[in-house]
């Protein structure tokens, strides 16, 4: 009885529809505008650490011809580097943006189930990137301890930023995941209790599932990461010794004893490792239902993909140590933890083949988000694969710390996830503007990136081969340092410049085409998925009519033999279906 | 929707407010009367696991839950038992490593809290 | 027995496979607050962890909390006396909370409300014991976040980032409830139901809950 009540209730619900500017684009509660408001944002705070990117490289390429390159602004670049990318940059554009705007729409939703919590939700992540931003104002600038933050060396005299650097980023990401439990909060609830009539999990997008997943993942996660930083905040602060063992530094007894190291990464990890997941389920899902819609044919085992999906995220809590092999934890833990990381290979494994035979004489549209998924194919099987070497206690102990893995976990979890967010602004700007993107400045942004990345990565997998340490700010006089590396070096420091640089074209594109671009019409790339079925275009405060869309098929019926067109909306009844039998 | 809200007979609380009580003075009781070792530990976990359970069950009203709901909140916390363990295994390794190599005392007794009279 | 179980696993299977929502008949607020718990569950649990971890780690003495928590009592010291009137103090909120829910859903809402101010008023005094408990600690005993005379210096900082923290929870629900209590004793519920107690009440015996635990970890081990 409650499941036909909840339906109707969801469609009397008369949206708010405020009128002043502030109400409308800074203060609003409709899921479609925080949406944009958190991709803006990220992609903003993103921009920053790509600049910081290209100072490292300005540094590694030419050693020493940088006067306001020091290894303390090198150390705080990494810092501040890695930990936007991954959170501030990844995980708020993913979920808070692609989140936020896909749930409501593809589940057929008028909105979040609580659309202010939405609201507060964008803007504590405001503030924790304002926080964030704070630290190159305070007094010894930003944190240099790595985005990982170990203590002790995070909170020791000699770390740059160990004055308020350290305060700031760990406040910060507090605040942060406090937003994203306001947020992760309303896209679960949304999607296991607001869907419209006839949409059952198992006729959800991929898209969906994959957001689905990984907010579980950072819900359960984060609390992880919160501790931590709670922790360690009390540690710098007030002097309790969690992390701290006793210590000495520049030869003098500090007051701290008796804490647990390894205990910071073993909780860190059990954040981190899932949080790769984070970012990894709602690219995997986006990137099937891009692949299905311009290929012209249903996603190949879509059940398979979701159980992938599911598997994934279960596998992802009992894998986390592997980035501790030389740690000097438990020796038998790595016979444990590089068992469990194998196994999660599986899955995933299934889904990269799925995504190949989805492709298999299929009808593949050569469109700028089909190349981004193509690549992010190819690209994910590469990192995948330097990952079986780094699962492995045996093979991951000589690459440690070495270049190698910065490519790995670039590959893997950096270039991937950014191609298919590329791939997923060209596909859904239509929809949030009306307009397309340019096609041809898209396919020059997609070969620069994607060649580009190339060549700034591969190069890296021999650096780490040759031994080359990562996180140092210069290499100096080592044996192992011989011509091809310092050329190597210079030749990805170029490669990264352009790169950084041909994102100009990205940003041009998004400003000219809301402005010049060509009209899209409501479904421009003749989808079958709920959003783009919705009465206008952009959809309104309210997404749909007084009636919400019903569902009577999955999201894959592309070319399907005998049907009009070649694809069928999910909101389209089959011949002798009737509204009020969707499930028969 | 309020009908289909959770309403049981009063007095199942009544007797549930009891047994914690009870439950609560046994476990109290364990540290009283100063059992030591296994014992106080089975009993301890006893009496916690009993007290979770009908606080979650009866007063939290997941005894009267649909399946879908008991599987989706009680699952997941699987991943801290794997968390626990493994961190108990850890720190057992981590003492020892500190006591053959960082020539770490075996802990002495504690000291007794500063007497005040 | 047997047809029980199997019923319910087809039931699961049903669920999980219906349209519109997976917990059926479970208004948003409320799937929601469960889902929270199950987040916040997790926070405590890292908390409890680390507690282990250090405490297990550590090469010195643990201090022996049955005689640090120890409260004079007609001459006699008597061991974790406070903790236990806490403890039982915090039982009967969550005694009186249940009671709280049933009224609101037999929409008796002066009832309900009162009920829940008396949840609010023990918790409350939770709070002032737990105020207690710390300035005995850190005045007579002398422990500090960063060492105390008896041991090991985590002993300390565990016990008021944990207590700390649960005791953060306890006071944003003595004010959560008190705001729910206004509300449906004003009447704003009249319509839409009373599912709002029931949710307030989860989140209370979500910290009873994780008292449980810190009681048996903190004060017995």
Request: hydrophobic share 50%; proline share 5%.
């Amino acid at each position: 009885m409650a499941v036909e009540a909840q339906v109707p209730y969801q469609e009397a619900i008369d949206v708010h529809h405020p009128h002043s500017w502030l109400a409308r684009y800074w203060f609003s509660q409709d899921h479609k505008v925080i949406a944009i408001q958190y991709g803006i944002t990220a992609i903003g705070v993103g921009l920053v650490a790509l600049v910081l990117s290209g100072m490292m490289r300005l540094q590694l390429g030419f050693p020493d011809s940088f006067d306001f390159i020091d290894p303390e602004a090198y150390y705080q670049f990494i810092t501040m580097h890695g930990m936007i990318m991954v959170i501030y940059l990844l995980t708020a554009l993913l979920l808070g943006g692609f989140g936020n705007y896909l749930v409501p729409l593809m589940c057929g939703a008028r909105d979040m189930v609580f659309p202010f919590v939405n609201m507060i939700s964008y803007h504590v992540y405001f503030v924790s990137v304002l926080i964030l931003l704070a630290s190159y104002f305070v007094p010894g600038g930003p944190t240099g301890a790595g985005w990982t933050l170990y203590p002790p060396q995070a909170i020791l005299t000699g770390t740059p930023g160990v004055d308020w650097g350290i305060l700031t980023m760990l406040v910060s990401l507090a605040v942060f995941i406090v937003a994203f439990t306001m947020g992760g909060l309303n896209y679960v609830t949304t999607i296991l209790q607001a869907r419209t009539r006839g949409m059952s999990l198992m006729r959800m997008p991929l898209s969906i599932w994959g957001i689905f997943m990984a907010t579980v993942l950072g819900l359960l996660a984060f609390p992880a990461l919160f501790v931590s930083a709670v922790m360690m905040i009390l540690d710098k602060t007030i002097g309790t010794s969690f992390f701290m063992p006793a210590i000495s530094s520049l030869g003098e007894q500090l007051d701290y004893s008796g804490g647990s190291p390894l205990l910071f990464q073993h909780l860190f990890w059990f954040f981190g490792h899932p949080e790769v997941y984070i970012v990894a389920l709602p690219a995997f899902g986006i990137v099937s239902d891009l692949i299905s819609t311009h290929a012209r044919k249903n996603i190949f085992g879509y059940r398979m993909m979701v159980w992938a999906i599911v598997a994934i995220g279960v596998l992802s809590f009992i894998v986390w140590a592997h980035h501790m092999y030389v740690s000097g934890m438990h020796p038998y833990f790595g016979f444990f933890f590089a068992t469990t990381t194998l196994i999660i290979a599986v899955p995933t494994a299934i889904k990269v083949y799925n995504w190949t035979l989805t492709l298999l004489r299929a009808n593949i549209h050569m469109t700028v988000p089909m190349l981004f998924s193509i690549a992010f194919v190819i690209t994910f099987v590469v990192g995948g694969l330097t990952g079986l070497f780094l699962g492995n206690v045996i093979v991951d102990v000589p690459l440690s710390d070495t270049y190698f893995v910065v490519a790995h976990f670039h590959m893997v979890m950096g270039v991937s996830p950014i191609l298919v967010i590329f791939g997923a602004i060209y596909h859904w700007y239509p929809k949030m503007t009306g307009k397309m993107l340019d096609d041809r400045i898209g396919q020059l942004h997609f070969w620069i990136t994607f060649l580009g990345t190339y060549a700034i990565y591969y190069p890296m997998h021999y650096l780490g081969f040759v031994g080359v340490p990562r996180r140092y700010f210069a290499n100096g006089e080592m044996a192992i340092i011989d011509e091809s590396v310092i050329l190597l070096n210079q030749g990805i420091t170029i490669a990264a410049l352009i790169v950084g640089v041909a994102q100009i074209l990205f940003i041009w594109n998004l400003i000219y085409s809301y402005y010049r671009g060509r009209d899209s019409g409501p479904n421009p790339w003749k989808a079958t998925t709920l959003e783009w079925q919705t009465p206008e275009t952009p959809p309104r405060h309210g997404n749909w009519e007084s009636r919400l869309p019903t569902v009577y098929r999955w999201a894959y019926d592309y070319s399907v033999p005998g049907a009009k067109d070649d694809f069928i909306p999910q909101s389209e009844p089959s011949a002798g279906e009737r509204e009020g039998a969707p499930l028969a | 929707m309020a009908e289909t809200g959770q309403q049981h007979p009063i007095s199942i609380y009544f007797w549930i407010w009891g047994l914690l009580f009870v439950f609560s003075a046994a476990s109290y009781m364990v540290d009283y009367a100063g059992f030591q070792g296994y014992l106080r530990w089975s009993l301890i976990i006893i009496f916690m696991m009993l007290k979770a359970g009908f606080i979650v069950a009866i007063f939290m009203h997941m005894r009267w839950e649909r399946v879908a709901l008991i599987t989706a909140i009680m699952l997941p916390p699987g991943a801290l038992l794997v968390l626990v363990c493994l961190m108990a295994w850890e720190s057992d390794y981590t003492w020892e490593t500190r006591i053959v190599y960082l020539g770490a005392e075996i802990a002495p007794e504690p000291l007794p809290p500063p007497s005040h009279h | 027995m047997a047809e029980a179980t199997s019923t319910q696993r087809l039931q699961l299977v049903e669920d999980w496979a219906a349209d519109v929502a997976v917990f059926r008949g479970v208004p948003w607020g409320k799937a929601m607050m469960w889902i929270f718990l199950l987040s916040d569950t997790f926070i405590f649990s890292c908390f409890l962890t680390s507690y282990m971890t250090v405490r297990m780690t550590s090469a010195e003495a643990w201090p022996n909390p049955s005689e640090v928590f120890a409260l004079e009592a007609f001459g006699v010291p008597v061991p974790l006396l406070l903790i236990a009137i806490m403890t039982f103090i915090l039982i009967s909120s969550s005694g009186t909370m249940a009671m709280a829910v049933n009224m609101g859903y037999r929409r008796k809402r002066v009832g309900a409300a009162l009920l829940m101010v008396v949840t609010a008023l023990f918790g409350a005094s939770f709070v002032g014991m737990q105020a207690f408990e710390w300035y005995k600690l850190i005045v007579e005993e002398g422990v500090r976040p960063w060492g105390n005379p008896m041991g090991a210096a985590q002993f300390g900082s565990c016990f008021f980032m944990i207590t700390g923290f649960h005791g953060l929870h306890v006071s944003a629900g003595v004010v959560y409830l008190l705001i729910v209590a206004y509300r449906v004793w004003r009447g704003r519920y009249e319509e839409k139901g009373y599912d709002i107690v029931e949710i307030t009440g989860l989140y209370w015996h979500f910290v009873d809950l994780v008292w449980v635990f810190i009681f048996a970890f903190f004060y017995l081990w």
